[in-house]
Structure formats: C-alpha cells, structure tokens
T-cell receptor, first 114, second 112 residues
Framework: DTEVTQTPKHLVMGMTNKKSLKCEQHMGHRAMYWYKQKAKKPPELMFVYSYEKLSINESVPSRFSPECPNSSLLNLHLHALQPEDSALYLC?????????????FGPGTRLLVL | AQTVTQSQPEMSVQEAETVTLSCTYDTSENNYYLFWYKQPPSRQMILVIRQEAYKQQNATENRFSVNFQKAAKSFSLKISDSQLGDTAMYFCALNSNYQLIWGAGTKLIIKP
C-alpha cells in the first residue's frame, strides 16, 4: 500500500484566516515532506521531518508552520497568508529520510488565498 | 551544483505510438537514484519508474522503460503503446543528499 492521504482537497481562505492542511501515511515511513507547487512547475521543497524531527526547513516564511504529531501524521498550519501563496501543496513520505529514497506523494491540497 | 534538465516542454503523439522523453542531469556523486514521476490533470504525483545509478541494467515497468547512460548523464523515458491515460506532466528527478532535484517537466499529450 503506497497511499498518502491529504485533507482537504480544496481550501479557500482569506488573508486573515488560520487553517491547517493534514497529511497521513500508513506505510510505516519515518520521513515526511511538504512541497509547494505552482502551475506547470516542479514541486518546491518546504519542510522535511525525519523521525518526527524537523530536519530541513527551506527558509519558508513563518506564516507556514509545520507540525509532526507522530510518525504517521504531518500538518501544515497556515496563518496570514498572501495571495501569492495560492498553490498546490503536496505531502510526501519515504522510508527513513535517507539519501536515496523513493518519495511517495499524496493527491495534494489546492489552496486559494483571497 | 546538481541539476536536472528536461529540454522538451511539450510533446504530443497518437495513441498506440511510442514516445521518448529526454532528461539529462549533472551530479558529482557516484551513487544516486533517478526517477520519473507522472502528474496527470488529477494532480497526484505518481512514481513511474526509478533507476539506481550503480545498476547498469535499465529499469523497466510494463510499458515504461528507461535508457540510462551514466557516462553521458542521460536518463530518458520510453513509453510504448501509449494510452490516453498517459496524458500528464512528466518530471525527471535526481535524489541526492536527502532532496529531490527536479527537471522543469514535459507535458505529454496522447491524441486519440
């Protein structure tokens, strides 16, 4: 089973709202990733959690706040976003965050910031 | 710096034809993995095939195969007997140092 689930599928929020994106995997993976993807572009890495610890933060603005409650769950808390943050947000997981691992992706959350 | 280059922004072929997508990369490492991911309009990023750099044999998954030329740093994807469901963005990626380095993508359209 190579399934990563994400909720919600779509999200519309105002610039003053607080919302959260959720990601879950049941593959026993110990590394989880957040990516941002603009239309017709490759994904851009935002955060990496390895064994529930934040291991990579690609200088993402503080209005994005990741959280990894356990090895199966990954959240992305959103606050005071800007219209340019509108994008597809993808979650992925891999076995342990090693150097050469296959990442498996969820279906994404389409975010629109008004 | 490690880079991945996909030189074909868009391609289209007739259903049942064979199509080859190009990818070149640059890395100073000896051991790395290469991937092809597919992203259909439904937007889910799906792993198509992967190649371990130390393996000389080209990877194959059903209708999908790669031509891996390590010395030339080339990693092309061949899709045989193309189907309408193959219509998607295809991304080539290099896994090195914990991160995926992505190409710009090739939009593939399969025409009926």
């Amino acid at each position: 089973d190579t399934e990563v689930t994400q909720t919600p599928k779509h999200l519309v929020m105002g610039m003053t709202n607080k919302k959260s994106l959720k990601c879950e995997q049941h593959m026993g993976h110990r590394a989880m990733y957040w990516y941002k993807q603009k239309a017709k572009k490759p994904p851009e890495l935002m955060f990496v959690y390895s064994y529930e610890k934040l291991s990579i933060n690609e200088s993402v603005p503080s209005r994005f706040s990741p959280e990894c409650p356990n090895s199966s769950l990954l959240n992305l808390h959103l606050h005071a976003l800007q219209p340019e943050d509108s994008a597809l947000y993808l979650c992925a997981s891999s076995q342990g965050g090693g150097r050469q691992e296959t990442q498996y992706f969820g279906p994404g959350t389409r975010l629109l910031v008004l | 710096a490690q880079t991945v280059t996909q030189s074909q922004p868009e391609m289209s072929v007739q259903e049942a034809e064979t199509v080859t997508l190009s990818c070149t990369y640059d890395t100073s490492e000896n051991n790395y993995y290469l991937f092809w991911y597919k992203q259909p309009p439904s937007r889910q990023m799906i792993l198509v095939i992967r190649q371990e750099a130390y393996k000389q044999q080209n990877a194959t998954e059903n209708r999908f195969s790669v031509n891996f030329q390590k010395a030339a740093k080339s990693f092309s994807l061949k899709i045989s007997d193309s189907q309408l469901g193959d219509t998607a963005m295809y991304f080539c990626a290099l896994n090195s140092n914990y991160q995926l380095i992505w190409g710009a993508g090739t939009k593939l359209i399969i025409k009926p």
